[in-house]
């Protein structure tokens, strides 16, 4: 079985600060790892994915995730938050094999507020 | 463009009305899925299908019921609308080839029940 606990169900940042949203999963089998974006009524925007090339994994509008092993995690960046950054982020795990490949599981999400 | 429609992407309707939620995919995608989603809260899958002819239901317990006669088509109907079936109705696909690249969400349609 797999799950995905994404930490602080609110984030706000500043306009050029550093935003870091959490996430933590658990997995029977070497995992893939997504991060999804979604607008006001809108439906989910892909960001990036981890599907075990690259440990750093560059996504769009300058997000970017790490993958590392040894913490179960898959945090989410990016450099300088820009007010359209504004949105609910999803993380989401699959199996890489078995039973739970190509199954997603999401996290609970994060509302990222950007403050002038 | 290969892209996953859905449609109305707003409904307000009276309780007890009948009503069809579309989705359609032009990717050719095997699988499918329904997602049902409160403001601000997390996703709950409420039916999915791998192919013609075969549904499942989800994690959530829903009254809402799904067919696939076509590859293409997956819709969601709900037989008496409700004011707890108010909520935002998420479809996606996803491809199962060789490798996974996760799922491709449609716009979703925003269901209001009065």
């Known amino acids: 079985a797999q799950s995905v606990t994404q930490l602080g169900s609110h984030v706000s940042v500043s306009e050029g600060a550093l935003v870091l949203l959490r996430c933590n999963y658990s997995s029977s089998v070497p995992p893939y790892l997504f991060w999804y974006v979604q607008y006001p009524n809108q439906g989910l925007q892909l960001l990036l994915k981890y599907t075990s090339a690259a440990t750093l994994v560059k996504g769009i509008n300058g997000f970017e995730a790490e993958f590392k092993k040894s913490e179960t995690s898959f945090h989410l960046t990016k450099p300088s938050a820009h007010m359209s950054d504004a949105a609910e982020y999803f993380c989401?795990?699959?199996?890489?094999?078995?039973?739970?490949?190509?199954?997603?599981?999401f996290g609970q999400g994060t509302i990222l507020t950007v403050h002038p | 463009e290969a892209d996953i429609y859905q449609t109305p992407r707003y409904l307000v309707i009276g309780t007890g009305k009948k009503i069809t939620l579309e989705c359609s995919q032009t990717m050719g995608h095997d699988k499918m899925y329904w997602y049902q989603q409160d403001p601000g809260m997390e996703l709950h899958l409420i039916h999915y299908s791998y192919g013609v002819n075969s549904t499942e239901k989800g994690d959530l317990s829903s009254e809402s019921t799904v067919s696939r006669i076509r590859t293409e088509h997956f819709p969601l109907t709900l037989e008496s609308a409700r004011p707890s079936h108010t909520s935002q109705y998420l479809c996606?696909?996803?491809?199962?080839?060789?490798?996974?690249?996760?799922?491709?969400f449609g716009s979703g349609t925003r269901l209001t029940v009065v």
């Open positions: 996606a696909s996803s491809d199962m080839g060789q490798a996974f690249y996760g799922y491709t």
């Open positions: 989401a795990v699959s199996g890489a094999g078995g039973t739970s490949y190509g199954k997603l599981t």
